[in-house]
């Protein structure tokens, strides 16, 4: 429902040394009035108030005022994001009449049913006080509990006008968003939720007050970047929280430096995740469709209409990248060239300060801001990275990506998976950190075994109201309730690697070609067309045997190093089975 905790808007001005070294101030402008906000056209191209160093651009544009970037080669042709402005027009009742075909004032008023069933005592149990922020689509206030287990404490309160719900999607996302942050609880990163309200003209979102200002704020105050050191506590506090909405099937779907806010003004203080008014409930083997989001934090596959708990993570690249840089890694000075830039364009790592930053800190961008989703890390593997782990103890939660392998794996044919045990063996003790911490969230025996019932009581012990909605539970119980054998650490690391992701490594070849030959000596064996097209659940026309036939060496009829390579992404035809 966009942003509604922060402080009134600000607008930029630039300053620029050289384009190497952007500098970032800020001067204040005049503070719209809270009874007369002015509504963004398109409320998902308001971008980020992070500006760069641009300098003739205009004061009043955020857009125009990122860094000077020149492209070697001019933009590619249109996206698919030039037809993003209408989506987002027709989700948010925006839109005027002769570019939708959708009721328009009364007739939408009318149809829609805006009443949510929440409590209409607001005004008997608190007394607002000032406005704090203002969003697309309502505005934080301060507030004082009058009575309750609150009484005396100071609160914020997310003010969202019926008159804003214009459409069913936009009823539906406060809906969601109540739902989302009420069953949601327990974790020390998340604004806590108290209560929700209603009257006939708004709803009400009673939550903890957080008065240390934004992250962005922040950012602004140290000239415009983090030290690494610094960088690092912020990226643990961020990632912490996103695993385990991840974990919980919630993905937040609007992840930047305006929407995580520190508790107090002490540089120390703990920092919040808020704003789940875009937020929605992802199964794990399933991808969400609608866009939303932030223009220079959207993911390319959400621009693409098929994205899930990944998209947070390229948020995540961006905010780390700003962190460490204090400029966007994409830009434009037009929404479509934003999303042109995010489709196409490679962020830079040639201009200061990036030469001057730790190697593991830009591996731990890139990974990221890998424009492959299946290439990019989790949450959980993103505090494992060397970089996060490097100078303090992380608390590395479950991974959801792990259940997924898991079932991936169990599913393979003998041959595949004699596949990923040579890849497994490849990894250094420190690529099995992070899969060590797993296998040791699943309680092994003393003997070292787990078995897949594990898997389904290593969940609960952090499982939320929100699980239900997401459905992670019944996803976790189906791989659970698969028929299969106990697995040592050397077989569970041989199911949880991903291969996309290590396709991503610097050093990926390597390890593929010191695999191959682990897998020629033990798992090698002659295998035929009929056979590999049934490993890949193809029917054996014409086409694909010429392609197999690729695959297979004429001198000995085993698999090719090219053959492998295919067999490690390999899905076998053959369903689960069951217990």
């Known amino acids: 429902m966009g942003l509604c905790h922060g402080k009134q808007i600000q607008s930029p001005e630039i300053a620029e040394e050289d384009h190497a070294t952007p500098q970032i101030e800020q001067i204040e402008e005049p503070l719209p009035k809270p009874e007369t906000p ?12 992070l500006f760069g160093s641009y300098k003739s651009s205009p004061a009043n544009s955020s857009v125009n005022s990122t860094p000077l970037r020149f492209f070697k080669r001019p933009f590619p042709p249109p996206s698919p994001a030039k037809h993003i402005k209408a989506l ?11 570019e939708a075909s959708i009721p328009e004032g009364s007739e939408v008023e009318l149809a829609l049913d805006k009443s949510f069933g929440f409590s209409k005592q607001f005004f008997s149990r608190y007394e607002l006080g000032e406005e704090l922020g203002r969003g697309h689509f309502g505005y934080t206030c301060r507030a004082k509990a009058k009575k309750g287990e609150l009484k005396g404490d100071e609160v914020a309160v997310k003010v969202i006008p019926k008159s ?23 974790h020390k990163n998340l604004v806590q939720f108290y209560d929700a309200y209603e009257d006939e003209d708004n709803v009400y979102i009673v939550m903890e007050l957080c008065e240390g200002g934004e992250l ?3 950012i602004l105050a140290r000239g415009g970047k983090y030290s690494e050191e610094d960088a690092k506590a912020v990226m643990v506090q961020i990632l912490s929280v996103v695993a385990f909405c991840h974990l919980q099937g919630v993905v937040h779907r609007d992840l930047k430096p305006e929407n995580f806010l520190f508790t107090s003004k002490d540089e120390k203080s703990t920092l919040k995740a808020i704003d789940f008014g875009l937020s929605d409930f992802v199964k794990p083997d399933e991808r969400l469709n609608d866009i939303v989001g932030s223009a220079y934090y959207v993911a390319p596959e959400v621009l693409h209409r098929s994205y899930g708990t990944e998209a947070d993570m390229w948020s995540i690249g961006v905010i780390t990248y700003i ?14 060239g934003i999303f042109r830039a995010v489709l196409k364009a490679e962020p830079s790592f040639e201009e200061a300060p990036w030469p001057s930053l730790s190697a593991e800190a830009k591996d731990f961008v ?81 003997n070292g075994y787990i078995s897949l019932q594990n898997l389904k009581a290593a969940l609960l012990k952090d499982s939320t109201e929100a699980m239900k909605d997401s459905k992670v539970l019944d996803f976790v119980n189906m791989v659970s309730s698969l028929q299969y054998r106990k697995l040592d650490f050397e077989e569970f690391a041989a199911s949880t690697i991903s291969v996309y992701q290590m396709e991503g490594w610097d050093n990926w070849e390597r390890h593929a070609r010191s695999a191959f030959e682990i897998f020629e000596k033990d798992g090698n064996r002659p295998i035929t067309i009929e056979e590999l097209a049934s490993e890949f659940g193809l029917s054996l026309c014409v086409p694909v045997h010429v392609v197999l036939q690729e695959w297979i060496r ?21 369903p689960p089975l069951k217990a």
């Not at 962190?323 to 479509?336: D, V």
């Not at 250094?428 to 025996?445: D, E, H, K, V």
């Not at 053959?563 to 076998?572: D, E, M, Q």
Request: with cysteine; net charge positive; glycine share 4%.
């Open 38 to 49: 002015k509504q963004p056209k398109f409320p998902f191209y308001v971008p980020s108030p």
């Open 88 to 98: 987002l027009a027709r989700r948010h009742g925006s839109v005027k009449p002769n």
């Open 164 to 186: 804003k719900m214009t459409t069913a999607i936009a009823i539906e996302d406060v809906r969601r968003e109540v739902r989302i942050l009420s069953s949601l609880t327990g």
């Open 216 to 218: 962005l704020d922040r």
């Open 323 to 336: 962190l460490l840089c204090g400029s966007r890694p994409f830009w434009a000075r037009t929404e479509s």
């Open 366 to 446: 890139k990974q990221l801001l890998n424009k492959d989703y299946r290439k990019r890390i989790t949450a959980s593997q993103a505090l494992s990275h060397p970089w996060i782990r490097g100078s303090q103890e992380v608390k590395v939660p479950l991974d959801m990506i792990v259940y997924k392998l898991i079932r991936a794996y169990i599913c393979s044919s003998s041959l595949r998976k004699s596949a990923l045990r040579a890849l497994a063996k490849t990894l250094t003790p420190s690529q099995c950190f992070y899969l060590r911490g797993q296998f040791s969230l699943f309680a092994p025996n003393k």
């Open 554 to 574: 004429h001198s000995d009829g085993k698999l090719s190093f090219h053959g492998f390579v295919k067999l490690l992404h390999g899905i076998s035809s053959r």
